[in-house]
């Protein structure tokens, strides 16, 4: 059985950081790109960053660059989102999600597996 559980959301204010962690079980996690993808209210699900399935190449969106990191741990199937100098705008559900085709995607419809989310909210 497939499981992404997301971990680490909160209540931050503007400026402050947050490590999120998503640990997967049921498929061989090392042979997957990882990605991390956010939903605010009213809004489409966005691609926030993602890392191929040796930590080789990793990609993140324009809108955190500079500011959020994404990493993975394959001895503890697990991958991470370092997000730093937090926004009010980085509110939302934010998701990991694998994909088994390699190259980095962007597109949500190119991911096989989902969490669950986890929420992060950012004060002003």
């Known amino acids: 059985q497939v499981q992404l559980v997301e971990s680490g959301g909160g209540l931050v204010q503007a400026g402050g950081s947050l490590r999120l962690s998503c640990a997967a079980s049921g498929f061989r996690f090392s042979r997957y790109t990882m990605g991390w993808f956010r939903q605010a209210p009213g809004k489409e699900r966005e691609f926030v960053a993602a890392?191929?399935?040796?930590?080789?190449?990793?990609r993140v969106a324009d809108s955190v660059k500079g500011r959020f990191t994404i990493s993975r741990d394959n001895a503890k199937n697990t991958v991470y989102l370092q997000m730093n100098s937090l926004k009010p705008e980085d509110t939302a559900v934010y998701y990991c999600?694998?994909?088994?085709?390699?190259?980095?995607?962007?597109?949500?419809?190119?991911?096989?597996?989902w969490g669950q989310g986890t929420q992060v909210t950012v004060s002003s």
């Open positions: 999600a694998a994909d088994s085709m390699g190259p980095i995607a962007t597109t949500p419809l190119e991911y096989e597996y």
């Open positions: 890392i191929t399935w040796s930590g080789g190449s990793a």
